[in-house]
């Protein structure tokens, strides 16, 4: 509850400004104690409105500058929501607070100085923009826009404050003038500040992995997520146990009692399967907001794992990463002949047709779009022993054929002798040439859109994926469209199973015939 007034000694009566709805997830996410805290789900449940009051329920209780946050987006046209309620807010509460509107400052200052900021951060380089700054309060407006945790991460080394207690404990702003010890409200010294990070957003949007793998899988809805670091305090010297905490919180419209009858309207019309999942019920078992989501049916793309028949070809293609990930995966190519499925029922995809039955993804963890940083040698090593089960257990026949791999294995080098691709050689790894034509990115996405739909529909060669892909089945559904052309991917995404994946539809470019028209964009 935030409220204005005294409303004690004969002043004004308090008068409330802003509550959070009764028993709805609001109330939990004004009163999470966690270090970090999503608050997600469908839209429509006040998300916004408790982030802002997240911050300003610390507001005049004796911090003053030290208590300063960061509210961020990835574009500032996508903070105007934030800044107009801000500002029913606020100025709601007639303590002074002034808004500076310039986009050097975009900011809320109050008497006290306590300070508010809405800021862009786009890219991890944009990091360096706050960096040294302490930000007590940071909060993400719809974290899943950003691809990767990166940015999210770095940003962590700003949610510190210098304030203690014994040292620079204030009352409205000023320090005591008689030289007695700092107070705070009512006579008391403000304790430590807790240092927060408060993110909003629903399912839908590129960084939907990431967010997803750090925040709902851990532990179920509402339940606290701890971890403990020791560490060395650097007043005492003395062995010091660190322990942080995070939550998930889920909140829907069907709480939110001030929404108005067209706005739930507007919600109910949405049409679209994956999008009514994520915006109506904010399911995280979606694959929404991406260049092939519109077009992938895991009921319909995943197949039961199966032995692979003799006669179908079987070979692999590679998207290089040492600093980034890199994606190998294996495929399998359809001749005609009959496959069987674990429940004796047998299934024969059209000619040329793709599985990926296979793969090995370098990665620190799925999302990160960080690499493991290995040399191409050791990566063959991974791979030939990744082929040696695949035929020991009987899911492969043949020794896999060589496949495409992104050209700049030729490019770069591993060490000081040797090029990636010989380092590979060395190992007895070889690979061919990927297709780097004039505009074969947008080749190979329609025809990865054309391969899936026709999956769907039955009428030509398809592309599926074994249930053990999981890093290709995590990624690709949802791989984000590229904002300034949308005939391509975003690169800057974890695009690298993508990649891997459209070399291999290339490869069979000449099998396929031209791109279909009907899914262009």
Partial sequence: MSERGIGDNGGPPLEIVWSPIPNSSQELALDSRAHHTLYHGARGPGKTDTQLMRFRRRVGMGYGPFWRGVIFDREYKNLDDLVTKSKRWFNAFEDGARWISSKDAYKWVWPTGEELMFRTAKTVSDYWNYHGQEFPFIGWNELTKYPTDELYQMMMSTNRSSYTPEKDGWIGGTRPRDGGPPVGIDGDIPPPIPLEVFSTTNPYGPGHVWVKGQFIDPAPEGDPIFTETEINDPRTKAKLTVRKSQIAIFGSYVEN??????????????????????????????????????????????????????????????????????????????????????????????????????????????????????????????????????????????????????????????????????????????????????????????????????AIDGEGPGLWFFPNCVASLAIIPIVPRDEDDPDDVDTTSEDHCYDMVRYRVLANKKYYGKVHSRFAR
């Fill in 257 to 454: 009692i001030y929404l108005s009858p067209e706005y739930i309207a507007d919600l109910e019309r949405i049409t679209d399967p994956a999008r009514r999942e994520a915006w109506l019920k904010g399911s995280w078992d979606i694959q929404v907001g991406g260049a092939l989501s519109d077009v992938f049916r895991r009921n319909r793309h995943v197949p039961p794992q199966f032995p692979i028949p003799k006669g179908w070809r079987i070979d692999r293609a590679m998207d290089w990463g040492s600093s980034h990930p890199f994606s190998i995966g294996w495929f399998a190519e359809a001749n005609g002949e009959e496959a069987i499925l674990p429940d004796g029922t047998s299934w024969c995809p059209p000619p040329k047709s793709l599985i990926q039955i296979s793969e090995l993804y370098g990665t620190e963890k799925l999302g990160s779009n960080k690499g493991v940083k290995w040399g191409s040698k050791r990566v063959a090593r991974e791979i030939i022993a990744h082929e040696i089960m695949l035929l020991e257990k009987k899911l492969i026949f043949t020794t896999p054929s060589r496949g495409p791999a992104d050209n700049q294995i030729r490019n770069v080098n591993d060490d000081d002798t040797l090029t990636i691709e010989q380092g590979f050689n060395a190992e007895g790894i070889y690979w061919e040439s990927s297709d780097k034509a004039k505009g074969s990115r947008k080749v190979g996405l329609q025809l990865m859109r054309d391969r899936l739909q026709d």
